[in-house]
């Protein structure tokens, strides 16, 4: 059984920082990718942030590069994503994802298994 928990979110002032936890489970091997998405209130969900579990290989979003770093450490099981200097428009509910691949990722691939998501809302 493949499961995602996401967990770290909450109110923040703008400026300041988050991170953000997504623990895998149900996985035979590191083959596998993990990617955050953001759903904004009103919008549809959209990946800003991806890690290769195999090798480490990672792409961002424009709108988080230089503010947003995914991490992985695969004897945990668990992603994170350090989230700084966060302005009003990272509001939103924050997803992880997986898909069974393991040489490359993109923030615009098709993700197959989803978590529950947890709040972020950035607000002085």
């Known amino acids: 059984q493949l499961q995602l928990a996401e967990s770290g979110g909450g109110l923040v002032q703008p400026g300041g920082s988050l991170r953000l936890s997504c623990v895998a489970s149900?996985?035979?091997?590191?083959?596998?990718?993990i990617a955050w998405f953001h759903q904004a209130p009103g919008k549809e969900r959209e990946g800003i942030a991806c890690?290769?579990?195999?090798?480490?290989?990672?792409n961002y979003a424009n709108s988080v590069k230089g503010r947003f770093t995914i991490s992985r450490d695969n004897t945990k099981n668990t992603v994170y994503l350090q989230m700084n200097n966060l302005e009003h428009e990272d509001t939103g509910i924050y997803f992880c994802?997986?898909?069974?691949?393991?040489?490359?990722?993109?923030?615009?691939?098709?993700?197959?298994?989803w978590g529950q998501g947890t709040q972020i809302t950035v607000s002085s």
């Open positions: 994802a997986t898909r069974i691949v393991f040489k490359r990722c993109e923030v615009l691939d098709i993700y197959n298994y």
């Open positions: 149900g996985f035979s091997s590191d083959r596998y990718t």
């Open positions: 890690i290769v579990m195999t090798n480490d290989g990672t």
